[in-house]
């Protein structure tokens, strides 16, 4: 199915139109490659860095959408990546004049 109708269908995007343009200026990455095609086929399997507002979000399809169904709908098609694991290195703490603890 090609990418910008997964994007939609997913609710990662509020139109398909707003898709094919998120595709097309490059920011999006399939399986680690750069791709500027909104025509571009995605299949099960298939890992897609997404640009969002506030962070960066890594997900991997685990089933193709057959429509734009409601928001739980649409999770369960996906898995996160970004969040698995994720804990800070090291924190700042005041009184260390800018030393990182851990």
Partial sequence: ????????F????????????????????LNGRR?????ADVK???????????????IQLLSIPERRGPAIEAQGCYRVLDDLGETPLARLQRDT???NSL
Avoid: N
């Fill in 1 to 8: 199915m090609r990418i910008d109708k997964v994007l939609w």
């Fill in 35 to 39: 791709i500027e095609r909104p025509s």
């Fill in 10 to 29: 997913l609710r990662f995007s509020g139109s398909r139109g707003m898709a094919q343009e998120w595709v097309a200026s490059g920011h999006i990455r």
């Fill in 44 to 58: 099960c399997g298939d890992v897609l860095v997404l640009p969002l507002p506030t962070r960066v979000r890594v």
């Fill in 97 to 99: 004049e800018g030393r």
